[in-house]
């Protein structure tokens, strides 16, 4: 049989590490067809070793014989590797909850900070330096491998390396995914029952065409009716902005409120979870002094968010990980995420379409640059990845608005290869939801005093 070596560079990531190692022990091809090698790595011992346990018992319940090792040597994960799956973040609701809170004090207008907003411009140069030595190591010992990227900021992070080194790279995100889900809701139809195109910029696309799978019928004209009907408040933090984007659009986004929020200055009115975010009490708690706890991040108000009892007991993020980490064969099942398909379809010379890739764009989005990173669907077999090229086109103002976020992706490339807090600057000022001239330089000073131990060396040219 054939080997096959895949990597997962930040092992111990709970959703997508332990997804993708199920996705791999449930895989008939995987366990019949190759002689399967996989290695763990990750920057600490306790949490890759804590991966290691788990997939040890997961491959030992299906009867899948694969090579399972770990490490935290980069370079020995990656040696002959054919595919390298890579999700890292240090210290993640820390430095986030920084990402959200400074840009605001500072005047911001941002609901996020995770990909879009002045927030996601620290967040990137944060994962910028180990996502390039990924892909410099992968140059050395693997130089045909694929980078298979969950990392955010996703369309920043994977353009840089497009760009900056000679490894092919894709991102997987399963926020189209999610607004498949929610048209479903609207049309009260399942998802295997509808075809869509969409796309645009990562946790900011569109839906340019919905139809019935089995008549071909197009569905819009019942969603325009149905999302009449629909109740305004309902599932307010999901789909508030996504209805008032289909109104000024014509055509409904995807994934929701607090991600496509991040990339419009107008987001903050419907998004009733944005005084949650990370919540605390200034009198009482000293935010990211040492013994301070980080605040619980909150997604959104809506589900039972508010609903809990005086006493309830509240999951922490301890509590989280023990459970995820905690084996039964019972709880396993497939993750849906894109990874683990791509490499079958990639290392067998199959045929697939997925519903989401990033990738530059080489012309499937018109009106946006050749070698910017977009996200639409594609096909994927022995040859690669191909993104589909839409048939039809973005409106102009969401093309201007991707235009802008184009822009900021080249401004922080060149902040970062040129060590410049003024390119920075740039960066922020050009966003949407960008501070006066003198809180982007105070805040600016502050995150890098603030994440000096995380950020590159940046100075004021």
């Known amino acids: 049989m054939r080997k096959m070596k895949v990597a997962l560079i930040g092992a111990g990531s709970v959703s997508f590490a332990l997804g993708a190692l199920q996705d791999m022990a449930l895989s008939p091809r995987l366990k019949n067809e190759v002689q399967l090698e996989i290695a ?4 600490v011992k306790e949490n890759v070793n804590r991966t290691y346990q788990y997939a040890l018992q997961l491959f030992e319940a299906f009867g899948h014989n694969a090579k399972i090792w770990q490490t935290t040597d980069l370079e020995a994960a990656l040696t002959q590797a054919d595919f390298a ?18 840009p605001r004090r500072y005047g911001s207008k941002q609901i996020y900070g995770e990909n879009g907003g002045p927030g996601s411009m620290f967040h990137t140069l944060r994962n910028l330096g180990p996502m390039l030595e990924i892909a410099r190591t992968m140059e050395r010992v693997c130089p045909d491998a694929w980078f298979i990227n969950y990392t955010n900021p996703e369309a920043k992070l994977v353009e840089a390396v497009s760009k900056l080194t000679s ?22 139809k399942k998802p295997d029952e509808i075809g869509i195109e969409a796309g645009g910029l ?23 009716e149905q999302e009449k009907k629909a109740n305004r408040l309902a599932q307010f933090d999901h789909y508030a902005l996504s209805r008032t984007m289909y109104h000024t659009y014509g ?35 000293k935010l990211w002094e040492e013994g301070s706890r980080t605040p619980d991040f909150v997604y959104c108000a809506t589900g039972n968010t508010l609903d809990k009892g005086l006493f309830d007991s509240v999951q922490t993020q301890e509590s989280w990980v023990e459970q995820a980490y905690t084996f039964n064969k019972e709880n396993v099942r497939p993750s849906n995420e894109y990874a683990i ?12 379409q997925i519903n989401s890739a990033n990738l530059p764009n080489r012309g499937a989005i018109k009106g946006l640059p050749d070698d910017m990173v977009v996200e639409t669907q594609a096909i994927v077999n022995g040859s690669g990845i191909t993104l589909k090229p839409m048939t039809v086109e973005l409106p102009t103002a969401i093309i201007g608005t991707i235009h802008i976020q184009g822009t900021i992706h080249k401004l922080l490339l060149e902040a970062y290869l040129e060590k410049s807090k003024t390119k920075l600057l740039q960066a922020i000022l050009l966003d949407p939801q960008a501070p006066s001239y003198y809180q982007a330089c105070a805040m600016i000073d502050e995150m890098c005093e603030l994440q000096k131990d995380i950020l590159p060396e940046l100075e004021w040219k």
Not at 40 to 43: E, G, P, R, S
Not at 202 to 207: A, D, K, L, Q, S
Not at 264 to 282: C, I, K, M, T
Request: hydrophobic share 40%; aromatic share 20%; proline share 4%.
């Open 85 to 102: 799956i890579v999700a890292i973040e240090v210290n993640r609701y820390f430095y986030w909850s920084q990402d959200f809170h400074i």
């Open 341 to 352: 398909p791509i490499i079958e379809a990639i290392f067998f010379d199959d045929e697939i």
């Open 202 to 224: 990562n946790h900011f696309g569109f839906f340019t065409k919905i139809w019935d799978k089995k008549t071909g019928e197009d569905l819009y004209p019942l969603f325009r």
């Open 251 to 285: 055509y409904y986004p995807y994934p929701g409120t607090n991600h496509c929020g991040e990339y419009v200055s107008y987001a903050e009115d419907f998004y009733a979870g944005l005084s949650l975010q990370f919540r605390y009490n200034p009198i009482r708690e």
């Open 167 to 188: 490894i092919r790279i894709v991102g997987l995100c399963h926020g189209l995914d999610m607004g498949i889900q929610q048209l479903c809701e609207f049309l009260e």
């Open 40 to 43: 763990l790595m990750d920057i």
